[in-house]
Nanobody, 120 residues
């Protein structure tokens, strides 16, 4: 079983940047795809971006050109660099292990989430 812990969330002004981290323990994540999802109050969990074991990525249209996912297998970690943040990016952000997919159902290990709040 893999345990995932996210960190790096916080309050930032619109146009600012944050870097989220997701550190895994219990098992290596090098063979998994890793995804980032987010959930705003009253909304369903939403796909943000994913990276496969080979380093290929794809993003949701809403974050293209602004968010970048990366991984460091030596540190058993995945990162989300978020630039040009907008108030609509406000949500709890979760990382997860699973298949290279935009569907939450394709991911089976989830972290507890980290809050990102973007003020206008």
């Amino acid at each position: 079983q893999v345990q995932l812990v996210e960190s790096g969330g916080g309050l930032v002004q619109a146009g600012g940047s944050l870097r989220l981290s997701c550190v895994a323990s219990g098992r290596t994540i090098s063979t998994y795809a890793m995804g980032w999802f987010r959930q705003a109050p009253g909304k369903e969990r939403e796909f943000v971006t994913t990276i496969n074991a080979g380093g290929s990525t794809f993003n949701a249209d809403s974050v293209k050109g602004r968010f970048t996912i990366s991984r460091d297998n030596a540190k058993n970690a995945v990162y989300l660099q978020m630039d040009s943040l907008k108030p609509e990016d406000t949500a709890v952000y979760y990382c997860a292990t699973g298949r290279y997919s935009r569907r939450p159902l394709d991911y089976d290990n989830w972290g507890q989430g980290t809050q990102v709040t973007v003020s206008s």
